[in-house]
């Protein structure tokens, strides 16, 4: 963990994600409050989420083409000093007439959102050592976490105190914040050459395909994906109607998620660089899935809340496992030319996936019945993560900092990437790791 944050940009940055994904969540808990007080329809709030992941899908793979042409610090600088103005228009939402205002501004931040991830994913293996690849990027979940706790009780009290209005100024003010501290990084990445957008997205999907380790990694994000969006739909539900609890109990279960996923974070930062990414990931995935089962049909035999609560603290350390792993793997196996153009390619599936994981957790249940539509999560993770296991190509002998798969062969429009650094000696200093 020492070697990670000795690196000035590194620390930056994460200061920079604490700010802003607090921020989020602030926006995120107080205006999904907001709007169902404005409109009392759960409709409308269906369709800020729709306005949401619409752009992931149609922009995603395009955020990643930018990420690789333009600096990526200077990229993120936008995206925050675009996400902070274009949140504007929310301080004019006082009725429910002028609701369309909220899922316009939605879209819009979703879209920027996307640009800002791709950049981020492809900065960070320039800003630490890549032996420190996996613990950077568990200290970056565990900021998100701490991020999330913080901004979502911020974003309740603000909601109630100032309404609208309030929560939206606090949230630009946290990406005035965050885009200070990215102005602030000294690292510069400057592409050579020129080419065409167009091919530079056709590239993007064709080496998405180009490895085995990538394609694993898309058809991981499918099938994840799917879950999820059946999981965020069917959560409330699944608390009301099966749980028999209230809205405080959903909100308590959702906390202690928070809480596991700080826990989880902590243990993958003191550990996971003892293991290949690909077992975090695979192994992580499996088990997240297995807990997940767990949570979905104790119901089934005992009528009780603790176990729900307790398998929700429990699922944060494989889930932050998970996204070390998941995370470090990309990151390892794609060049730095090309990595936003992947990584854009990744995100507009799984949004695609989560797409279609809405529409059946609004078909199935009627049919099937709640339990075993959001049951379908956890076999969707139990099953990528044995995948993951039984397909990720293992290290070379050489280097265990390595994936063995081949380097996915360079854009014809970029030069080629320089070779990886060797692998640093051992050494006995703690090492944590990222998520």
């Known amino acids: 963990m020492r070697r990670a944050l000795r690196h000035r940009d590194y620390r930056l940055l994460l200061a920079a994600n604490f700010v802003s994904f607090t921020g989020d969540w602030i926006l995120n808990a107080g205006l999904a409050y907001q709007v169902y007080v404005l409109t009392g329809s759960t409709i409308a709030s269906a369709a800020m989420v729709l306005a949401a992941l619409i752009p992931q899908v149609t922009l995603g793979s395009f955020a990643g083409v930018l990420a690789d042409r333009w600096d990526r610090r200077r990229t993120m600088i936008a995206c925050n000093v675009l996400l902070a103005g274009t949140l504007l228009p929310l301080l004019l939402v006082d009725q429910p007439g002028r609701a369309p205002i909220v899922y316009a501004v939605a879209a819009v931040q979703s879209s920027l959102a996307v640009c800002f991830a791709s950049a981020e994913a492809a900065l960070v293996p320039a800003l630490v050592e890549g032996r420190d690849l996996v613990t950077a990027n568990a200290l970056n979940g565990q900021a998100r976490d701490v991020a999330r706790l913080t901004g979502a009780a911020l974003g309740g009290v603000l909601a109630a105190v100032g309404g609208i209005r309030l929560i939206t100024l606090a949230d630009a003010a946290t990406f005035a914040v965050a885009a200070a501290l990215l102005g602030a990084i000294r690292h510069r990445w400057v592409r050579v050459g020129a080419p065409r957008i167009r091919n530079d997205w056709r590239d993007g999907t064709r080496i998405a395909l180009s490895t085995r380790t990538l394609r694993i990694l898309l058809v991981f994000a499918l099938i994840t994906g799917v879950g999820e969006a059946i999981m965020m739909t069917l959560m409330a539900p699944f608390v009301r109607d099966v749980l028999h609890g209230g809205n405080q109990i959903y909100g308590t279960i959702m906390a202690v998620q928070a809480v596991g996923g700080l826990a989880g974070g902590m243990v993958a930062t003191l550990i996971g660089h003892r293991f290949e990414p690909r077992l975090l990931l695979g192994a992580g995935a499996a088990v997240f899935g297995l807990l997940d089962l767990a949570l979905f049909l104790y119901p089934l035999f005992l009528t009780a809340l603790w176990p729900a609560l307790l398998i929700m603290v429990l699922v944060g350390l494989p889930g932050a496992l998970t996204v070390a792993g998941l995370t470090t793997v990309f990151q390892k196996s794609t060049q730095d030319t090309h990595r ?46 044995l995948l993951a296991l039984a397909l990720l190509p293992r290290p070379a002998p050489t280097s265990s900092a390595l994936l063995a798969d081949p380097a996915p062969p360079t854009p014809s429009s970029a030069p080629p990437a320089p070779a990886p650094p060797a692998p640093a000696p051992p050494t006995t200093s703690p090492a944590a790791v990222a998520s």
């Open 340 to 385: 936003g153009r992947v990584f854009g390619a990744i995100t507009a599936l799984k949004a695609a996936a989560m797409l279609a994981g809405i529409a059946l957790a609004g078909v199935l249940p009627a049919h099937a019945g709640i339990v075993p539509v959001i049951a379908l999560q956890g076999v969707g993770y139990l099953t990528a993560g």
